[in-house]
Each structure stands twice: as structure tokens, then as C-alpha cells.
């Protein structure tokens, strides 16, 4: 099973296409250099030309909400600990 993994893993990720022939195989766009932005930190976006983005729109808006969720759970997290602090010094 790993063997069969590992052989998909290497085909997928040795026949990539550069950023060109992405945008005009893979998505039937010109490619144009001097408008084209590569892709960046965040918001996350890799561009063929000035019309047309690479990356979908629902992405940027899902990492700002796992990052609200986690930053919630961690402060749920630290009011938990610190009520059940007061709890075990009040027994």
C-alpha cells in the first residue's frame, strides 16, 4: 500500500507544470508576465493575467476562519484551566 502511495505521490509531483502552462493547459487562460502576480503569502493568490486568479475564492476566507477557530479554542482552553484552578484551591 505504501509502495503504491509513494509511486502516485512521485508521479503527481515530478510532472509538474510550471506557472505558464498551468494557466494555459490546465485552465485555458493567457498567460501574461507583466501582469501576472505570483503567488503570495497572504491573501493567497497566484494569477494568470489581470482577469483571472489560480487559486479559488473559498480559500482565503477558510484560513481566516480556522484561525479564528483556533485562536478561540485556545482561549476557551485557557478559561477552562484557569477555572478549574480556582475550583481545585477553593476544595
Excluded at 503504491?4 to 510532472?15: C, D, I, N
Excluded at 493575467?49 to 485556545?74: E, I, K
Aim: hydrophobic share 45%.
Amino acid at each position: 500500500m505504501f509502495g503504491v502511495f509513494w509511486y502516485m505521490a512521485a508521479v503527481l509531483f515530478t510532472f509538474n507544470y510550471d506557472v505558464s502552462e498551468t494557466c494555459t493547459l490546465s485552465h485555458d487562460q493567457t498567460y501574461d508576465p507583466e501582469t501576472a502576480e505570483l503567488s503570495s503569502s497572504f491573501p493567497f493568490k497566484n494569477t494568470c493575467n489581470s482577469d483571472f486568479d489560480m487559486m479559488p475564492t473559498f480559500v482565503n476566507p477558510t484560513f481566516v476562519a480556522l484561525g479564528a477557530l483556533a485562536l478561540l479554542s485556545l482561549a476557551s482552553l485557557i478559561g477552562a484551566a484557569v477555572h478549574r484552578n480556582k475550583v481545585l484551591t477553593r476544595s
